[in-house]
């Protein structure tokens, strides 16, 4: 039997106007249990060794679900009588613990495949894989840095530094291997596994991965946010969120459509948002539709910025997107370009490639990544290679008049729709997929 750990020995402070005097894991979702819905999609995915960590009035959680039978799994209850932490609370369990387990927290509502996750960290063959995704609120989450082949390289616990950074959050769902927490001592009493454990692990060089998922997971330590967890139920965004499930996209360009075009964007200082843009992003989120950036990047192959540089660009339009409730669900970029006589030119990156617009490849590559079906996905850009790249993709378009207005001359192309701006696109387009969806 596959095993999870469900850290459900929370009390709840800041839920206590809805949850009275219940742990926090016994607060209700649309009338369940949140540790009911986290017991059932574990036992979805044929995960049904559960340890429970309780603490705070247990024995309310012990009466409500039993030995688990009837949900079809096998419940085992660890009591920690003095709080230690969620790392602490893990160490002390290890005991009872499978070589391999998932490490679930008992504030947080999902719907995910847990199987996807779970094979991922087999193939990365690590210690332990951290559930990532883009959230609407990163300036007060943990963020977690990782490189090209998904190893994570720092976390960066809340509160944050100064600098910018990926909106990359830590989800708070685990896999580990056991073996990678043997020997561990903390200096703290109540050791936490984002803030303490991991970065212990790192130290230690641990191999820890990051799995990437656009799927809905919410921790609902507050009351806002358990309203807004029951308002995604209601609305469906929850279900359209599923991996399983096909889904529209909102592909977006870069330059001139997200931020001011100035021709060739070149180092941070230069990126700036066009106004109303971070809203406009906020819509297509609030909707349950993907936004993904596709943007050509030729100024890597031309030698003008390195790819470490244009991270920190982008990491900066994650954090100034952040701040006002906005994210990004996967980004591509293109970094080549077949022309020459560029000082500092990158000789390997100039070639005719399939992914720079009006090519098609970063629209296939995300429809592979995210289930997206194309038909369905619209752009917006403010060129006439993004709107070419459109109709080669079979999706409609909307030509933006900020940036170039589509009178950068590249080709003789006619959009589906022309909008002022971002917002007046994003408007235009969410209610063509309400009454095609009518």
Not at 19 to 48: F, N, R, T, W
Not at 168 to 186: D, E, H, I, S
Not at 208 to 232: A, F
């Amino acid at each position: 039997m596959r095993q999870v750990v469900i850290l459900a020995g929370g009390r709840g402070a800041r839920l206590k106007e809805v949850s009275g005097d219940l742990p926090k894991p016994m607060v209700s979702v649309l009338g369940v249990p949140l540790l009911q819905h986290l017991i059932e999609q574990c036992v979805a995915y044929d995960i049904v060794d559960i340890k429970l960590l309780v603490s705070y009035k247990k024995e309310v959680i012990e009466d409500y679900f039993g030995d688990g039978s009837q949900y079809g799994a096998s419940i085992q209850y660890i009591v920690e009588d003095t709080p230690r932490g969620t790392a602490g609370a893990l160490i002390d369990a290890m005991s009872e613990l499978d070589e391999q387990f998932l490490v679930v927290y008992g504030d947080t509502f999902f719907d995910i495949d847990l199987n996807a996750f779970w094979q991922f960290h087999n193939d990365q063959e690590g210690d332990a894989s951290i559930f990532l995704h883009p959230n609407d609120h990163p300036h007060d989450s943990d963020l977690v840095e990782i490189d090209s082949s998904f190893q994570v390289q720092k976390i960066h616990p809340y509160p944050h530094d100064s600098q910018w950074h990926q909106n990359l959050v830590n989800a708070a769902v685990y896999m580990f291997n056991k073996g990678a927490l043997k020997g561990v001592n903390f200096v703290s009493d109540r050791p936490d596994i984002a803030k303490e454990l991991f970065p212990m692990m790192l130290a230690f060089e641990k191999k820890l991965y990051g799995y990437i998922s656009t799927e809905y997971i919410k921790d609902m330590g507050t009351p806002q946010r358990l309203s807004k967890v029951e308002k995604d139920i209601n609305s469906g965004k929850v279900k359209l969120l599923k991996k399983q499930i096909p889904k529209i996209a909102i592909f977006l360009d870069r330059d001139g459509t997200i931020n001011q075009e100035v021709n060739h964007l070149s180092n941070q200082e230069q990126f700036e948002l066009i106004d109303g843009a971070s809203e406009a992003i906020c819509q297509i989120n609030a909707a349950g539709i993907l936004a993904v950036i596709v943007t050509n990047q030729p100024v890597i192959a031309r030698g003008e910025l390195k790819v470490s540089e244009l991270k920190i660009i982008h990491n900066k339009m994650d954090t100034l997107l952040g701040r006002h409730g906005a994210y990004i669900d996967r980004l591509y970029y293109c970094p080549h370009h077949i022309d020459s006589g560029f000082e500092g030119e990158i000789e390997a990156l100039k070639f005719d490639c399939n992914c720079r617009k009006p090519k098609i490849g970063m629209f296939t590559q995300a429809k592979k990544d995210l289930n997206i079906v194309l038909e369905k996905s619209w752009l917006v850009g403010d060129s006439t290679r993004d709107i070419l790249a459109a109709k080669h993709a079979g999706m409609k378009s909307v030509l933006v008049q900020t940036g170039f207005s589509g009178k950068d001359g590249a080709f003789e192309v006619v959009p589906d729709y022309v909008a002022k701006d971002l917002s007046e696109a994003v408007t235009l387009i969410l209610k063509e997929i309400d009454s095609n969806d009518c």
